[in-house]
């Protein structure tokens, strides 16, 4: 707690930077809405989730929920940055795909989605080309974390933005977390708050919507964490967790403080092992992992996250002797109303398919 306070306010003293990166995404939003620079067009319905911050704000589950609910009616793309992956430039996921070669959160979607064509590039206008060469047959392209990129046009844009950081009360890079203007929530059709309490009611719900200001033709929505069966990151047998049990948390995520409380609640003995977000993981941190397993005693286990896990594939072979399991994490919408947003995704696409026919 004193650690987050201390950041906060060391990060205060960088509010003249956050106003010339203002400056900045000023001019360059300008220079969209002014059609200066352009944004380009593709003949498919494409989606596109993002978030006017930096992350931690659940587009992973988001892009996963959405290929579970399109994948049996389309053929789905996916096609994401590729954030710190080792390589550069346009590629497409295959069977020797690594955390490394295409990212930690493509590779997830590729593990998850074997069937559904995953891609990485930067240049999204030039990337959506080769992907549609590669894949003739795609009808439905989900871009992941493009929202601030407005080289491409997209159909129809999904805003996330989380219950404990709103954009409405967030500052700019680097005092704070923003990094596009909060006008640009203007742009979406979605918004999301995400990482909602379970418990959240009517009255928060209400009060948020009046923060946030939608637009009449802007739906918004409230999402919590949903945390799934935890399973053997060898064996993939589920494992049903007891409150003896020891936990050994190993985090490489945003914001990994729902996470933890999460396992606080399952055991009261928790020892968290953090890293930073996408964390390229050593066989130094392999070891550390290993002795604090070695010092933790008897019914202790390892947890960590579907992003984490694929990083640490290259080690699969150094953690087999181990105890070790991963944790899904999904989005759970609240106020009954997950049917709601799936009916404006599928008419999105229902009716392009029309408009496409005309």
Same mark, same amino acid.
């Given at each position: ?140 392209? *989900?871009?992941?974390?493009?929202? &601030? ?8 844009? $999904? /805003?996330? @933005?989380?219950? #404990? ?120 941190? *392999?070891?550390?992992?290993?002795? &604090? ?8 286990? $390892? /947890?960590? @996250?579907?992003? #984490? ?50």
């Amino acid at each position: 707690m004193f650690a987050n306070r201390f950041l906060k306010s060391v990060r205060i003293l960088l509010l003249p930077f956050s106003l010339i990166y203002w400056i900045g995404i000023v001019i360059r939003n300008w220079l969209y809405d002014s059609k200066i620079f352009s944004s380009k067009s593709f003949n498919l319905p494409v989606i596109c989730i993002g978030n006017l911050s930096t992350g931690g704000t659940g587009k992973s589950p988001m892009v996963e929920f959405l290929v579970n609910s399109l994948k049996d009616q389309h053929k789905v793309a996916v096609l994401s940055r590729g954030y710190k992956r080792k390589t550069s430039g346009y590629m497409l996921a295959d069977k020797n795909s690594t955390a490394s070669t295409i990212g930690d959160e493509p590779m997830q979607f590729h593990i998850k989605f074997p069937d559904v064509t995953i891609a990485v590039g930067e240049k999204r206008a030039e990337a959506i080309p080769q992907l549609l060469k590669d894949k003739p047959d795609t009808d439905l392209l *989900i871009l992941d974390d493009a929202f &601030q990129h407005r080289q491409v046009k997209a159909g129809l844009n $999904i /805003l996330l @933005t989380g219950f #404990d950081n709103l954009f409405t009360r967030d500052i700019y890079l680097p005092a704070g977390d923003l990094r596009d203007l909060k006008s640009s929530y203007k742009r979406t059709d979605i918004i999301v708050v995400t990482k909602c309490p379970v418990d959240t009611n009517e009255e928060t719900r209400n009060k948020i919507i009046k923060e946030i200001k939608p637009l009449p033709h802007q739906s918004i929505f409230f999402t919590a964490i949903e945390y799934g069966s935890v399973f053997d990151l060898q064996t993939k047998e589920e494992l049903l967790l007891r409150p003896d049990l020891k936990l050994i948390l190993v985090t490489g995520i945003a914001k990994p403080e729902p996470l933890i409380n999460w396992a606080k609640a399952w055991s009261p003995k928790v020892t968290v092992l953090q890293f930073a977000d996408h964390h390229d993981f050593s066989i130094t941190d *392999i070891e550390k992992i290993k002795k &604090q397993f070695n010092d933790s005693g008897n019914d202790t286990i $390892i /947890l960590t @996250t579907e992003k #984490d896990a694929v990083r640490l594939q290259p080690f699969k072979d150094d953690l087999k002797e181990l105890p070790f399991y991963i944790i899904p994490v999904a989005h759970k919408f609240l106020f009954n109303e997950e049917q709601q947003f799936t009916a404006i995704v599928n008419n999105f696409t229902n009716d392009f398919k029309i408009e496409r026919e005309d």
